[in-house]
């Protein structure tokens, strides 16, 4: 397991007063959820539906698939390791940089890794011989985009190789992401979502994979009963069936990211990467992203994702998630202090 993902809170002795370091939707009304939680407190006197049937039904309603498509799982991440256990010693291509979990997932799983920059031409990609190719779109850690007709065309290009497509921050783009009925066209296809970033609930730890029969029937034969909570899967419910309760304002979030990036840009000492979505990476002239990070919630209580640990980045790089405008304004300012202060 790597150690070292954002929102490391429980890392420091200080109050985390803003936290810039971990990909949710900070504004999140989790008032009426709280509520009901309340009332669903007496399930924790029985054990879970073993397969969280009922949530697996609603959201093959919600999505139009069948429930046989569908694979409720602890959290994303537990999805990944379960796809990498399923398929025991095959070929993997991963995007670098991306999430260091899917190469955790294969190398404890014996996976033969190959790896693949994001900022190649796909057209470029050669995936003869591979048995999956992992990639995240929107991709964390720098907000990179495929869109959607580019990564179909990839995917029928390549019917050897099964794609898996870790879908977690979908909510954070305006773009076209891959949706569940493109499952019924490419076989090939893997679809991995979770239930947490986009309603600022990630210690649920609800995530799902989604796929053809074939695909749901292997990876069910190593899901451990039981492995999502009664509480997590009573959340989950009450978020897909209100909806709207939930609302995520993309464009506002979208506006308020390219302001954040406009201020960091007149920052002499740093470069913001390009990102399509609310999320991004900024890579230091001078100094080191642990450097900066210690500072900052020494200083100012604001906690930021120091990326060194990235597959392909080093110490200079570290991700930001923006806030609300005002926190976003303290940011710059504590950051344009610790350059000055240099």
Known sequence: MLFGHGDDFYNFQQEVKINFSSNVWHGANLEKLTEHLHTQFGKLTHYPDPEASGLKRLLARRFEIKEENVVVTNGSVTAFYLLAQAWKGAKSTLFVPSFAEYEDACRLHEHAITYFSGSEDLSELTLEGQDFCWIGNPNNPDGRLIHRSELLKLIAAN?????????AYAAFTTEDMLKPSDLHANKNLIIVQSISSAYNVPGLRVGYIMGSPAVTKEVGRYLIPWS???????????????????????????????????????????????????????????????????????????????????????????????????????????????????
Request: charge should be neutral.
């Open 228 to 342: 999502v909570n009664a509480l997590a899967i009573e959340a989950s419910k009450y978020i897909l069936i209100h909806p709207a309760q939930f609302t995520l304002p993309i464009r506002k979030w979208q506006r308020e990211t390219a302001e954040l990036i406009y201020q960091l840009n007149k920052l002499d000492g740093l470069e913001v990467l390009p990102t399509g979505t609310t999320f991004f990476l900024v890579r230091l002239k001078q100094g080191t992203a642990s450097a900066l990070k210690q500072y900052l919630m020494e200083r100012h209580g604001i906690l930021i994702r120091d990326a060194a640990n990235f597959q392909g980045l080093d110490e200079t790089y570290f991700r930001l998630s923006t806030q609300a405008s005002a926190e976003n304004q303290c940011l710059v300012e504590a950051i344009r202090e610790w350059l000055e202060s240099r």
């Open 159 to 167: 019917l050897h190789t099964t794609f898996i497509i870790d879908q």
